[in-house]
């Protein structure tokens, strides 16, 4: 019944903890693409809302292009569109 870490050393499931969160941050994929699927839009919809090029957008998401090198006036349009703050668009490390 109980989760084959529950009597494992605290450093054990710290680390199996550590790996399912970047498992987890991985699948949710770009800034962009989860303010899109939190907005329940489609990539085509957001296309057609900001502005953006549809191939774009498709390409910010899967990193293809750096949203980050985008132009300040596509980042707000798709800020705008997202209902959301511009830097959020981008992809900022912490």
Do not use: W
Not at 12 to 18: A, E, G, I, L, S
Not at 23 to 35: A, F, H, M, P, Y
Not at 75 to 87: D, E, K, P, R
């Amino acid at each position: 019944m109980y989760t084959l870490l529950h009597e494992a050393p605290a450093e054990k499931f710290t680390q199996v903890m550590n790996q399912i969160i970047r498992d987890k941050t991985t699948e949710i994929g770009t800034n962009l693409q989860r303010l899109r699927k939190t907005a329940c839009l489609t990539q085509k919809e957001l296309s057609e809302k900001s502005g953006v090029n549809l191939r774009t957008l498709q390409q910010y998401e899967t990193g293809a292009k750096d949203i980050n090198m985008a132009s300040g006036k596509t980042i707000n349009a798709l800020s705008m569109a997202l209902n959301c703050n511009f830097y959020d668009v981008m992809e900022m490390e912490n």
